[in-house]
Nanobody
Framework: QVQLVESGGGLVQAGGSLRLSCAASGRPFRNYDMGWFRQAPGKEREFVARISRSGGTIYYADSVKGRFTISRDNAKNTVYLQMNSLKPEDTAVYYC?????????????????WGQGTQVTVSS
């Protein structure tokens, strides 16, 4: 089992920044690729970003490319999502997830473990 706890969400004005953190415990963090997803009210959960277990391979959704940066610190068992130039349409609950399969990318069902989520609200 892997336990994931997100933090760092909040209310921010459009154009502002937030940094989300996801702390992992349980099985070795370095054995998992990590992803961030988000879910807005009435919408399906959508992929945001993914980072490989070594940190060497990163993917972003087109909607956040150039504004968001995913990173990880394997010594601290933590993955981060730096969000800049936030827009009202970024408002959602943000989830981190762990994937033991190194070949998966953006499909939520393929991730093994999920955090409880943290709310991000961007006001216009």
């Amino acid at each position: 089992q892997v336990q994931l706890v997100e933090s760092g969400g909040g209310l921010v004005q459009a154009g502002g920044s937030l940094r989300l953190s996801c702390a992992a415990s349980g099985r070795p963090f370095r054995n998992y690729d990590m992803g961030w997803f988000r879910q807005a009210p009435g919408k399906e959960r959508e992929f945001v970003a993914r980072i490989s277990r070594s940190g060497g391979t990163i993917y972003y959704a087109d909607s956040v490319k150039g504004r968001f940066t995913i990173s990880r610190d394997n010594a601290k068992n933590t993955v981060y999502l730096q969000m800049n130039s936030l827009k009202p349409e970024d408002t959602a609950v943000y989830y981190c997830a762990a994937d033991s399969n190194p070949t998966s990318t953006a499909v939520a069902d393929e991730y093994d473990y999920w955090g409880q989520g943290t709310q991000v609200t961007v006001s216009s």
